[in-house]
């Protein structure tokens, strides 16, 4: 196995850890926040948003807890189950 492979394995075994996106849209000016399921997507967000989004309009983070949105006169907190 190539240094190349291990980078990508490890790369997908930390992917599936993550259980939403955030994505911060310029084009529409908004925030987007998904579910996501790395199995359904080999692990790659890239190819998940894809789908949804033009990328170089975009950015994004995953993360493994509920996000919690904030602005002026308005906050979103998502609640674990």
């Not at 996106?21 to 084009?27: A, E, K, P, S, W």
């Not at 925030?31 to 967000?45: E, H, I, M, N, P």
């Amino acid at each position: 196995m190539g240094i190349d492979n291990i980078c990508v394995t490890e790369k997908q075994n930390t992917m599936t850890e993550f259980k939403y996106i955030t994505v911060l849209d310029y084009f529409y000016g908004k925030v987007y926040t998904y579910d996501y399921d790395a199995s359904l997507f080999d692990g790659d967000v890239e190819t998940f948003l894809t789908t949804r989004h033009d990328l170089s309009d975009v950015h994004y983070m995953v993360h493994k807890t509920k996000p919690a949105l904030y602005a002026k006169g308005l906050c979103y907190e998502g609640q674990e189950d």
